[in-house]
């Protein structure tokens, strides 16, 4: 029904920058919550940011607050992830979803996209 797919992972340096791209399709994207969440290996997923369709509404847990922005071009039917001063610890397989209402948990995502690789190297 809504089909996400994710593009812009790849290999940075601690410290550096990278932005990650969502193109969603096949639903009202504007209605949509949409999310960021990470996976690395043998852990649970993880939530990152989400926004509403008010492109003001943003929430992120302290791991990644005043690091990582999300955003969100409705025109477009895509949500972005800015990440900057990433460290170490955001190596993982990112992940962006939708949902209908606000939510922190993955399980409340029925829509995902397959995910990009970020490896952030010391």
């Known amino acids: 029904q809504v089909q996400l797919v994710e593009s812009g992972g790849g290999l940075v340096q601690a410290g550096g920058s990278l932005r990650l791209s969502c193109a969603a399709s096949?639903?009202?994207?504007?209605?949509?919550?949409m999310a960021w969440f990470r996976q690395a290996p043998g852990k649970e997923r993880e939530f990152v940011a989400i926004?509403?369709?008010?492109?003001?509404?943003?929430y992120y847990p302290d791991s990644v607050k005043g690091r990582f922005t999300i955003s969100r071009d409705n025109a477009e039917n895509t949500v972005y992830l800015q990440m900057n001063s990433l460290k170490p610890e955001d190596t993982a397989v990112y992940y962006c979803?939708?949902?209908?209402?606000?939510?922190?948990?993955?399980?409340?995502?029925?829509?995902w996209g397959q995910g990009t690789q970020v490896t952030v190297s010391s």
């Open positions: 979803a939708a949902a209908r209402n606000w939510a922190l948990r993955a399980s409340d995502y029925d829509y």
């Open positions: 096949g639903g009202t994207f504007s209605t949509y919550i």
């Open positions: 926004i509403k369709w008010s492109a003001g509404s943003t």
